[in-house]
């Protein structure tokens, strides 16, 4: 091939290979700088979804808005009424904050009061358009672009952890860095992800080029020596004209020339997907935010495990990811907005509908092991122990002392089980018609007639009802007395 020359042809225009005319890096200018987070985030749909799962996880934490002299709540998530007058839309306020420092590690709110230095707006500013400046004595300062001008703002708070009194401030949220000392940080969730984002984006453009080409691979052709530089070019405006584009695809061209041979220099679709690579980059960037990766693929979990996977796996995003992200937010919000006017944010994680479901299945739990203890007190020691459920000293005591009463109370039965009653068992059976009257109105007193139960078991039994909150408590209460008399 050393007498021909090289033509390429990838789709979109033919050029020798010789030359760098025609070539040009891959991407898009704008705003956001190229190969940014920010950018990626609009580029990656993995990415933009992860930035996304993990704003709306943050934003999903109920909260209340408490005042610091009493401890007294003023507002809350669960009926929102926006008391201060600053945050109308608290669930957005905190997504755009863990959007922002997703993709930058930064948030920012102008503060503006009035005249008398009160908190009248709380304002939203994009983390590209605030500069942060450090000046040779330490303090620093923030300037944004207003108009043409170049404006300074104090922080709302100094490194002193003095309050801004300005009308104007700056709320700064920068996540934590353990190699900055006082400034942004060098890395967050979003820049984390950046190497894998850029992976697939590169492979997203490399496919997108395929499919412009008209699903062609990227060709050389070469062309005899002695071919001259016109029938080149009309050579090149053919195979442009006619290959050029999806549409044009499965076109067929004929060549009229002595020798043309093509010569595959690039992939095709087959080539491209790398499954293997991809899965493994997307999970990179789930792991960069800390998102369990099945949460990326809502529509393959139920054959991952089903309910128990998603549950699980909501219980990790909220514990492992959002809820440290949310009280971080909540420290600096606290320390340069809500404490300087006499308040602080205070999560309540505990009253999402996830731990609520959590908190029944324990209190479920409890009510069994309550109504075991009840029931055959010895037996169920003996089990806690085979199931490796340990006892503490105090508890031990206090079983201990509750089977001593109910040894008591068999005694105290015992004239009736010896034949005092009518007839055999014939006590037994009137607590269990006590019982299930009892069962009907839990929780309130509920007398029951009867010459066959003693009477301090009656009197105690009567005094102990009005105490039990379910019908589990009441089933305990009778249970002993039952057994002792049946």
């Given at each position: 091939?050393?007498?021909?020359?090289?033509?390429?042809?990838?789709?979109?225009?033919?050029?020798?290979?010789?030359?760098?005319?025609?070539?040009?890096?891959?991407?898009?200018?704008?705003?956001?700088?190229?190969?940014?987070?920010?950018?990626?985030?609009?580029?990656?749909?993995?990415?933009?979804?992860?930035?996304?799962?993990?704003?709306?996880?943050?934003?999903?934490?109920?909260?209340?808005?408490?005042?610091?002299?009493?401890?007294?709540?003023?507002?809350?998530?669960?009926?929102?009424?926006?008391?201060?007058?600053?945050?109308?839309?608290?669930?957005?306020?905190?997504?755009?904050?863990?959007?922002?420092?997703?993709?930058?590690?930064?948030?920012?709110?102008?503060?503006?009061?009035n005249s008398s230095g009160y908190l009248k707006k709380l304002r939203y500013l994009s983390p590209g358009s605030v500069r942060f400046e450090l000046k040779d004595d330490g303090s620093f300062v923030f300037k944004r672009k207003v108009g043409n001008q170049d404006v300074a703002f104090p922080p709302a708070v100094d490194q002193d952890e003095a309050a801004s009194r300005a009308k104007e401030s700056i709320a700064y949220l920068w996540m934590p860095d353990p190699d900055v000392e006082l400034g942004p940080p060098l890395k967050f969730p979003g820049k984390a992800a950046l190497a894998a984002a850029g992976v697939v984006a590169n492979l997203d453009t490399a496919?997108?080029?395929?499919?412009?080409?008209?699903?062609?691979?990227?060709?050389?052709?070469?062309?005899?020596?002695?071919?001259?530089?016109?029938?080149?070019?009309?050579?090149?405006?053919?195979?442009?004209?006619?290959?050029?584009?999806?549409?044009?695809?499965?076109?067929?061209?004929?060549?009229?020339?002595?020798?043309?041979?093509?010569?595959?220099?690039?992939?095709?679709l087959g080539e491209m997907q790398n499954n293997t690579l991809v899965t493994e980059k997307r999970e990179d960037m789930a792991a960069a935010y800390g998102i369990p990766f099945s949460?990326?693929?809502?529509?393959?979990?139920?054959?991952?495990?089903?309910?128990?996977?998603?549950?699980?796996?909501?219980?990790?995003?909220?514990?492992?990811?959002?809820?440290?992200?949310?009280?971080?937010?909540?420290?600096?919000?606290?320390?340069?907005?809500?404490?300087?006017?006499?308040?602080?944010?205070?999560?309540?994680?505990?009253?999402?509908?996830?731990?609520q479901a959590v908190e029944r299945s324990r209190s479920d739990a409890l009510v069994n092991y309550v109504n075991?203890?009840?029931?055959?007190?010895?037996?169920?020691?003996?089990?806690?122990?085979?199931?490796?459920?340990?006892?503490?000293?105090?508890a031990e005591r206090i079983i201990q002392a509750y089977i001593q009463k109910k040894e008591q109370r068999r005694a105290e039965m015992s004239p009736l089980r010896q034949g005092a009653s009518p007839g055999p068992g014939a006590a037994a059976d009137d607590l269990r018609r006590w019982q299930r009257k009892a069962l009907k109105r839990v929780g309130q007193p509920c007398e029951f007639v009867s010459e066959r139960i003693p009477a301090a078991v009656n009197l105690e039994i009567a005094r102990s009802l009005p105490d039990c909150g379910d019908e589990g408590a009441v089933r305990a209460l009778f249970a002993g007395y039952i057994d002792g008399a049946g």
């Open positions: 091939m050393d007498n021909m020359d090289i033509v390429a042809y990838d789709g979109a225009k033919a050029v020798t290979i010789w030359s760098d005319e025609g070539w040009a890096p891959i991407g898009a200018t704008g705003e956001v700088e190229k190969d940014s987070p920010a950018y990626l985030a609009a580029a990656v749909a993995w990415l933009y979804r992860c930035n996304r799962i993990a704003a709306n996880a943050v934003a999903s934490i109920p909260f209340d808005i408490v005042r610091v002299k009493d401890n007294q709540v003023v507002d809350s998530t669960a009926d929102w009424q926006n008391k201060l007058e600053i945050m109308p839309h608290p669930e957005k306020t905190m997504w755009l904050i863990a959007s922002a420092q997703g993709l930058s590690g930064k948030a920012y709110f102008l503060k503006a009061a496919l997108q080029g395929y499919f412009q080409r008209g699903m062609i691979k990227v060709t050389a052709f070469s062309v005899p020596a002695n071919t001259p530089p016109g029938e080149k070019e009309r050579f090149e405006n053919k195979v442009r004209s006619f290959l050029s584009g999806v549409r044009n695809s499965f076109r067929t061209i004929f060549l009229r020339a002595d020798k043309i041979t093509p010569v595959i220099m690039g992939e095709g949460k990326l693929l809502s529509s393959a979990v139920g054959g991952l495990g089903g309910s128990g996977v998603v549950e699980s796996d909501d219980r990790d995003l909220i514990m492992d990811c959002a809820l440290p992200w949310w009280k971080d937010i909540a420290r600096e919000l606290n320390r340069q907005v809500f404490e300087p006017m006499g308040y602080r944010m205070v999560e309540r994680h505990e009253t999402m509908e996830l731990f075991a203890f009840s029931t055959e007190p010895e037996l169920a020691a003996a089990w806690a122990e085979v199931l490796g459920l340990k006892i503490p000293p105090e």
